[in-house]
């Protein structure tokens, strides 16, 4: 792929976020600029999941608001791509017919490109039946980023496959994100890949961002002293290890 | 043990049952125990189909049966399957429609003929549909219940992928609700089979119920039998076909590529 487009530019501004009584984002702000690679991450149930859906505009929000490069995000956009934690391909569809649903011109040698980018070019022809469960999510993101979307968002994508093909899979993403430059937003409950992957990680409980770090590490990243330190920073943050945190916060964060 | 095994499992299995069935019948009906006033003998039963074949009245039969068969099933399953669709996809139509779909579901098809018989007569007209209100039923449930039962996941994945309206129904809706309702159109070939037997028997100048109750008052219990086992090889034919329709195109789902 030649043509290189930037990534998009994502602002949320006090997003609020109500199932009925509840409300679960309770007003996030975060700028994200563009081209930046950001990791979500928090316990399950912190929202993290409704904020990207929020993103996605699959999900309106009950107050603020979004905007991707000053455009108001009101429905889906055309370039904005996303990855479930299931690949979500049609099983009816071989693997190259579903990477094709991601183009608008429905090209077949693009969709072939696509999938030899994620080296699953050998698989064109299988059904998704058949493939792995790793492979079936490098389908997928061959799927999300062969219409060369500006932003892509990630639900969680590796969290149902085995440790190895999920190291795989991180080192897939950023080889792709810095040779495509878009913006991505990966949410995630595995703090470590989060400091693997990401410029900078934000951390979400009750439905705010209680912290945002800049991973200032080289790449491609190694599980060295630095890593470490990030990696227990936040993940002492979110277990409320640091004796100076208030105890309201904890209550909190186990009441959801 | 080996060749015994070998024996008991392959792929004549399913076989020995009926030819050991249709053995017994010959011999009992040979040797008088059955009176062949009561039961003739397959033999006689086969003779009876060869000259029938020979004289080409069969043929002419089948074919009118046939006839009558598939366009009751163009019809009321096409009829099923849009309404199916309509109600799956749109809670509001399934609202109206459902509750009265299910009221005449309720109603035994066949109850209708005298009904039927008022209204069109004996002709083509009420046998076809007759056969179009049979086979309706199942496929217009499955039809509902195939779309109901699609992955939401896809459905936002469309979302996501901007499938929208034809794109939509022909990548995600229709062959998300296909094995449901192939499922559906099995049941409603044997309604269709067994709607026009029915028919056929109460009012008929042509056709293979036509034939065999033509053969009753002659007494010819050996076309009578013909018939019979006409109408079996005729539905066991066209659940073969919807098998193998089943497997061409549900080859990717790994469940309908074995056996």
């Known amino acids: ?19 009925g009584e509840q409300e679960v984002l309770r007003g996030i702000d975060l700028t994200i600029p563009a081209g930046q690679f950001v990791a979500i991450v928090g316990r399950s149930g912190c929202g993290k999941s409704t904020l990207l859906r929020l993103i996605a505009g699959l999900e309106p929000p009950s107050d603020g608001e979004l905007t991707l490069d000053g455009e108001t995000i009101g429905g889906h956009h055309a370039d904005t791509r996303m ?68 932003l892509l968002l990630l639900d969680e994508p590796l969290g149902a496959l085995d440790a190895l093909t999920r190291i795989e899979m991180q080192q897939l993403i950023e080889r792709l994100w810095l040779e495509q430059g878009f913006t991505a937003v990966l949410v ?18 009750s439905g705010r961002i209680s912290l945002d770090v800049n991973i200032t590490l080289d790449r491609p990243r190694e599980r060295d002293g630095g890593f470490v330190h990030f990696e227990k920073l936040i993940l002492d943050r979110i277990l409320e290890r640091d004796s100076s945190e208030a105890p309201r916060g904890k209550k909190l964060s186990y009441s959801i | 043990m080996k060749p015994f095994r070998k024996l008991a499992v392959n792929r004549y299995t399913p076989y020995y049952l009926p030819v050991l069935a249709v053995a017994v019948w010959q011999l009992l009906g040979q040797y008088g125990y059955i009176s062949t006033r009561t039961l003739p003998t397959p033999l006689q039963v086969a003779e009876a189909g060869i000259s029938l074949a020979k004289s080409g009245e069969i043929f002419q039969y089948i074919y009118d049966s046939a006839k009558r068969a598939f366009i009751g099933l163009v019809i009321g399953g096409g009829i099923g399957f849009v309404l199916g669709v309509v109600n799956g996809l749109f809670p509001i139509a399934n609202r109206y429609l459902d509750s009265s779909l299910q009221m005449i579901r309720n109603v035994p098809h066949l109850a209708l003929i005298p ?43 469309a979302k996501v992928y901007e499938l929208k309206g034809f794109a939509f129904y022909r990548e995600v809706i229709l062959p998300g609700a296909l094995s449901s309702v192939l499922v559906g159109l099995r049941y409603a070939l044997g309604f269709m089979w067994l709607t026009l037997i029915v028919a056929e028997t109460i009012s008929a100048n042509s056709g293979i119920g036509y034939m065999a109750m033509n053969a009753r008052e002659f007494m010819r219990l050996d076309i009578v039998v013909f018939a019979i086992i006409l109408y079996a090889i005729l539905g066991k034919l066209s659940d073969s076909a919807a098998k193998l329709m089943e497997r061409r195109l549900l080859r990717w789902n790994p469940n309908y590529t074995k056996s």
């Open chain 1, 188 to 205: 995630t409950h595995d703090v470590s890949e989060a400091v693997a992957l990401a410029d900078r990680v934000i951390l979400i409980e």
């Open chain 1, 1 to 19: 792929m030649s043509t290189h487009r930037l990534g998009a530019r994502l602002h949320i501004q006090s997003a609020i976020k109500r199932f």
């Open chain 2, 115 to 157: 009904l039927v018989i008022l209204w069109f007569g004996i002709d083509e007209t009420a046998k076809i549909f007759l056969v179009a209100l049979g086979v309706f039923f199942p496929i217009y449930m499955n039809t509902v219940h195939g779309i109901r039962s699609i992955d939401p996941g896809l459905i936002e994945m």
């Open chain 1, 83 to 150: 990855l479930f934690q299931d690949a979500r391909l049609l099983p009816w569809r071989k693997a190259v017919d579903n990477v094709q649903v991601g183009l608008r011109t429905r090209s077949r040698e693009r969709a072939l490109d696509a999938l030899s980018q994620v080296g699953l070019a050998d698989k064109a022809n299988e059904w998704p039946g058949v493939l792995s469960g790793g492979q079936r999510q490098r389908v997928a993101l061959a799927r999300a980023l062969a219409g060369q979307p500006r």
